[in-house]
């Protein structure tokens, strides 16, 4: 990273690791993709990183073509997207912490060692962070492995998200001594270093992910002893109509008998009540936080695409 | 395909409602409850993470793993005639694990061992597959207790279908495999049991684990042993419930792309797992009213009440919508195609989020319409 470029980026996006978290269908995926937009933007080296299985991201940059699992993939000049899957972050991390591969294969092989690895409670957790955190080191540890300036963790819903930020710390404490706890340490070390890491909640303006992440504002400090870095309130329903002009509105639904007429009144009508309570829950966020929510206006269009996102992150950009 | 909701559900004991997170599961969940109660049956809904102020309007103050009669003054004052019984519960998962483990264990200090072990501690909190093994078994014990004729059951926000589908069976699979075994012998035993190279194996795990973490991880499978009979008795009932007649699988998906997609993977894992899938519910959908008329005449009937400025964004507006309208048709054609009968309920978007009994109830009415197509 040149000098230059940490100068250009907004103070979050100079930090090495965001994780992305929220309620499931508030749009994650959206404002990790979103931040990748504007950090690359500001010459920084990203790379956006899914947890397991979901390939949203690359259909919303880079259309249909699924890449392979674990591939970082480039998406536009700067900008890298990868899918972080457990067992092939096992298979890496044997492979690189066995002197020899035959050791690393026979466990990778082994039909106790799967089981085992399986249903050992948090393991999942603590290999996906493991891999996030080898992502962003500045000497990667897999072969060929190129460094980033960024990587953006789009990190399952919040409970879950929770876990897996604890699991190097409780893994280091279960396991006190040996190759685990040391890693577990160093790991848990980065991911509650705020110049290094920040985890950012998404929401929508509804009740309920706002409440989910002012849960998330309480509990990280408590948890992990680290503030949430922002909440990014998704999909805002713009402010069309003045609250006289909403009474206007109303009365002429008592006038007006023509079918697409009253469905156009009623239409603007419930677009009122919604962005009216809109406001309620920014309001709840500012008052929770002590600072303005970041904010991305709904958009109108039937899907995201790559012009759609490269919008959002221009309106992100404002109010972050 | 005219059909109504209780017909189909006729003869249902358990109704499961399954979709991708954001689509309003707890909402359709609580209506559907609702509207069973309504039509006189003694209805439990079990719910696992609802908002505070549909919490409320149930009556619900706190998590509590018994479900609590919603009383019926509260649907009478919300004009919600209800001729059967409510109940609802809040699934507390930790403490339903803790539960289960308490009843299977042979004995009080087996009990404490597993209670005590860290392992344990972080395999009932938070991590993935234990809510919804929870919230199974949760409903394999209320079905068994046989106190309700109908439960419903809003399922946790999953990033992975699967995880609901597969949490009975994962644990056993995992309890009945060699590694178990291996660890729960003893010393001597476990090297003839096994043979060779699973020691060398486990000497290697050793070496990247550190022994210490590995004795904890043995010490919590060594406790949950006591367990084990009963949890993977437990655990085949669970599943055997899930593929039961009574049973039945709603998928709720809103009319955007992700939910779709997810609802069109989850059907396809029922089908694969031998589940019973009852019907779709797509929530969120645009009033088709904004797909009638035509916007110049729209424009003309406005512009008198509303003068010309304000009729246009009126106009704009509702153009806006039509297109998410469009897209709604849309989504709606294709996942009845891919999804197949037997039943779809389209409920539309709510002015406001759908707290308060007055308009669950008039959501359990839209869902539960005699024409619902």
């Given at each position: 990273?040149?000098?230059?470029a ?24 959206t404002v990790?993709?979103a ?5 690359a933007?500001?010459g920084?080296r990203t ?9 949203d991201?690359?259909?919303t940059?880079?259309?249909?073509h ?14 890298f997207?990868?899918t ?5 972050a ?6 690189d912490q ?11 092989h ?10 050992t409670?948090?393991?999942r957790?603590?290999l ?14 897999t ?10 963790v ?6 879950h998200?929770?876990?897996?930020l604890a699991?190097p ?13 040391r890693q577990?340490?160093?790991?848990h ?9 920040g985890v950012?909640?998404v929401s929508?303006?509804d009740?309920?992910?706002v ?5 998330l504002?309480?509990?990280l ?9 922002r ?9 069309r109509?003045?609250?006289k ?7 002429a639904?008592?006038?007006v008998?023509?079918r697409g007429?009253r ?5 603007a009508?419930?677009?009122?009540l ?12 500012r008052r929770?936080?002590g ?18 996102i ?6 992100l950009e404002?109010?972050? | 395909m005219?059909?109504a909701?209780a017909?189909?559900l006729r003869?249902?004991r358990?109704?499961?409602?399954a979709?991708?997170?954001g ?11 609702i509207?069973l ?8 809904v079990?719910?696992?993470?609802p908002a505070?102020r549909l ?9 509590g ?14 004009g ?18 803790d ?8 004995d ?17 909190n938070?991590?993935a597959?234990?809510?919804?093994f ?9 079905h ?5 004729d109908a ?18 069976t ?10 178990v075994?291996?660890?729960?012998a003893?010393p ?14 486990f000497s ?17 499978l060594?406790?949950l042993g006591?367990v084990l009979e009963?949890?993977?008795e437990?655990a085949n009932?669970?599943?055997?419930l899930?593929?039961?007649?009574e ?31 009852g ?15 035509d ?7 406005l ?14 507006n ?7 309208a469009?897209?709604?048709r ?5 996942l009845q195609?891919?999804?197949g ?11 406001a ?8 109830g008039q ?10 197509a």
């Amino acid at each position: 990273m040149t000098p230059s470029a940490a100068d250009r980026a907004p103070g979050v996006l100079a930090k090495r690791l965001l994780f992305v978290t929220g309620k499931g269908g508030v749009g994650k995926t959206t404002v990790a993709a979103a931040l990748g937009v504007l950090a690359a933007r500001a010459g920084r080296r990203t790379l956006v990183a899914e947890v397991a299985r979901r390939q949203d991201v690359s259909r919303t940059l880079a259309g249909e073509h699924a890449p392979e699992m674990g591939a970082e993939i480039e998406l536009a000049p700067g900008l890298f997207w990868t899918t972080i899957e457990p067992q092939g972050a096992m298979e890496e991390y044997l492979t690189d912490q066995l002197p020899v591969r035959a050791l690393a294969d026979l466990l990778i092989h082994s039909r106790a060692f799967t089981y085992f690895a399986a249903a050992t409670p948090g393991l999942r957790e603590l290999l996906t962070v493991g891999k996030v955190w080898e992502l962003s080191q500045p000497q990667r540890r897999t072969p060929g492995g190129q460094p980033y300036d960024l990587v953006v963790v789009d990190a399952p819903a919040t409970g879950h998200g929770m876990a897996y930020l604890a699991a190097p710390r409780t893994f280091a404490d279960a396991a006190r001594v040996g190759p685990i706890a040391r890693q577990g340490r160093i790991i848990h070390q980065m991911l509650t270093d705020p110049r290094r890491t920040g985890v950012i909640a998404v929401s929508t303006p509804d009740d309920m992910p706002v409440s989910e992440a002012l849960i998330l504002h309480r509990e990280l400090p408590r948890q992990m002893g680290i503030e949430l870095e922002r909440v990014v309130v998704n999909a805002v329903q713009p402010r069309r109509f003045s609250p006289k002009e909403a009474r206007a509105i109303r009365a002429a639904r008592d006038e007006v008998s023509e079918r697409g007429a009253r469905a156009a009144l009623n239409a603007a009508l419930s677009q009122h009540l919604r962005s009216t309570a809109n406001r309620r829950g920014l309001e709840r966020v500012r008052r929770a936080t002590g600072r303005p929510a970041a904010t991305l206006p709904v958009l109108f269009e039937p899907t995201l695409g790559k012009a759609e996102i490269e919008l959002l992150a221009d309106r992100l950009e404002r109010t972050l | 395909m005219s059909v109504a909701v209780a017909t189909k559900l006729r003869g249902k004991r358990i109704c499961i409602c399954a979709g991708s997170g954001g689509v309003g599961k707890t909402t359709i969940s609580a209506a559907l409850a609702i509207g069973l109660a309504a039509r006189g049956a003694r209805v439990a809904v079990v719910t696992i993470d609802p908002a505070r102020r549909l919490a409320q309007s149930l009556g619900l103050a706190e998590l509590g793993n018994e479900p609590r009669l919603v009383d019926p003054a509260r649907f009478a004052a919300a004009g919600v005639q209800i001729d059967g019984e409510l109940w609802a519960m809040m699934l507390d998962p930790k403490q339903t694990f803790d539960e289960m483990v308490a009843r299977l264990a042979p004995d009080a200090s087996t009990r404490e061992e597993v209670f005590q072990n860290r392992i344990y501690q972080q395999l009932s909190n938070a991590v993935a597959g234990s809510q919804e093994f929870s919230a199974v078994a949760k409903l394999h014990e209320l079905h068994r207790d046989g106190q309700f004729d109908a439960l419903v059951l809003d399922t946790p926000p999953s990033r992975n279908a699967l995880d609901f589908l597969e949490a009975p069976t994962r644990l056993t699979s995992f309890l009945e495999g060699r590694a178990v075994r291996l660890l729960l012998a003893p010393p001597g035993l476990a090297s003839k049991v096994v043979g060779r190279g699973t020691g060398l194996v486990f000497s290697v795990l050793r070496r990247v684990t550190g022994v210490d973490l590995l004795t904890d991880i043995s010490a919590f499978l060594r406790a949950l042993g006591g367990v084990l009979e009963g949890f993977r008795e437990q655990a085949n009932a669970v599943g055997g419930l899930l593929r039961d007649r009574e049973t039945t699988f709603l998928i709720v998906s809103s009319p955007e792309r992700e939910p779709v997609e997810e609802a069109i993977f989850f059907r396809d894992q029922l089908r694969r797992h031998d589940m019973p899938f009852g019907g779709l519910i797509v929530n969120r959908v645009q009033p088709a009213e904004l797909l009638l008329g035509d916007p110049a005449r729209a424009r003309g009937a406005l512009a008198v009440p509303l003068g010309d400025r304000l009729a246009e964004r009126v106009i704009a507006n509702a153009s806006d919508l039509r297109s998410l309208a469009e897209r709604d048709r849309a989504s709606i054609e294709r996942l009845q195609r891919e999804l197949g009968e037997p039943f779809t309920v389209l409920i539309e978007e709510q002015a406001a989020d759908v707290y308060d009994l007055a308009s669950l109830g008039q959501v359990a009415g839209a869902l539960f319409a005699e024409d619902a197509a």
